[in-house]
């Protein structure tokens, strides 16, 4: 009777329907995950640290890890911002806004290899669209992918082109759910529109904004198909970045140890990336509690 009892109460029918979402989290997630970790300890079958000697005593990771970091310190603050931008332009209520909205989320739905093709084209410095409008202008062709100064920036612009749609859905949903009152009663006591969105709408979507920093962060800390596809991590290795190059140690080069470290290095920065937003949101919600 009391294991009836107890049955009735425990409904397993919910662990049942997530049960297949977390088979195929811990088939495609968490083993391989588990395992790139465990190859970076091993070496010709035994357990060893010389691995990560040989790739913390290698430039060339070094000069990959400097390169992931710069990308990443122009890109994510840029796609953030952007995507900021446009799901306050689109968050408005007039008639044929959802044209807009489908068009700057159109990107999302081409893949990131197409993207990169596209751009590729766009750039060309001979024949490109973009070398042509700034012929217009009467601006000198412009290297972008072939050119080391500017590689790094053009994969920003490709990446973000692709992505800041994708976020400023996220964006737009915590916009919807702010209250239309609140923003009613800050302009009847003489607030601007920089003020309403410095400090009604910023703090309001906070939570949002962390989310699309943490993910948009270990999104772009493992971007590297542009670099596959168009510039082979040059020119001069300016866009040689930490995937790129465990990519090639086990692929081109056969070396899965190397790039087991290297891999594993990126899943430590973005374990302490995201612990650390986070631990900085919590610290802001103890102190807004605190105060009220």
């Not at 009735?8 to 088939?27: E, Q, S, T, W």
């Not at 999302?108 to 084209?121: G, Y």
């Not at 070398?131 to 490709?158: E, R, Y």
Request: aromatic share 12%; glycine share 6%; net charge positive.
């Amino acid at each position: 009777m009391e294991f009836a009892a107890v049955r009735r109460k425990i409904n397993l029918l919910p662990y049942f329907l997530i049960l297949p979402a977390f088979v195929l989290i811990l088939v495609f997630k968490a083993y391989p995950i588990i395992s790139t970790v465990i190859d970076g300890f091993r070496n010709r079958g035994a357990w060893t640290l010389s691995v990560y000697r040989r790739v913390f005593t290698d430039s060339a990771f070094w000069n990959a890890l400097w390169i992931t970091i710069k990308i990443n310190l122009l890109m994510i603050p840029f796609q953030v911002f952007v995507s900021f931008l446009l799901a306050l332009l689109v968050n408005v209520m007039v008639k044929g806004i959802g044209i807009f909205r489908t068009i700057y989320y159109l990107p999302v739905t081409i893949s990131l290899t197409v993207a990169a093709i596209l751009w590729n084209m766009m750039f060309s410095p001979n024949s490109g669209i973009i070398n042509s409008l700034l012929g217009v202008l009467h601006i000198p062709p412009q290297g972008f992918l072939i050119d080391k100064n500017q590689a790094l920036l053009s994969i920003v612009v490709i990446a973000s082109w692709k992505g800041c749609g994708y976020w400023m859905m996220f964006l737009l949903a915590g916009l919807k759910n702010i209250d239309s009152s609140i923003y009613e009663s800050a302009r009847i006591d003489g607030a601007n529109f920089v003020k309403i969105i410095v400090r009604i709408t910023v703090p309001m979507i906070r939570k949002v904004l962390l989310f699309v920093f943490v993910a948009n962060t270990t999104a772009n800390v493992l971007l590297f198909v542009p670099m596959q596809m168009i510039t082979m991590g040059g020119p001069e290795g300016s866009t040689n970045v930490l995937m790129y190059e465990a990519y090639k140690s086990a692929f081109k080069f056969a070396d899965r140890p190397r790039s087991a470290v290297m891999v594993t290095v990126l899943l430590l920065i973005i374990v302490i990336v995201c612990v650390g937003q986070f631990k900085l949101l919590n610290e802001k919600d103890d102190a807004a509690t605190g105060r009220l």
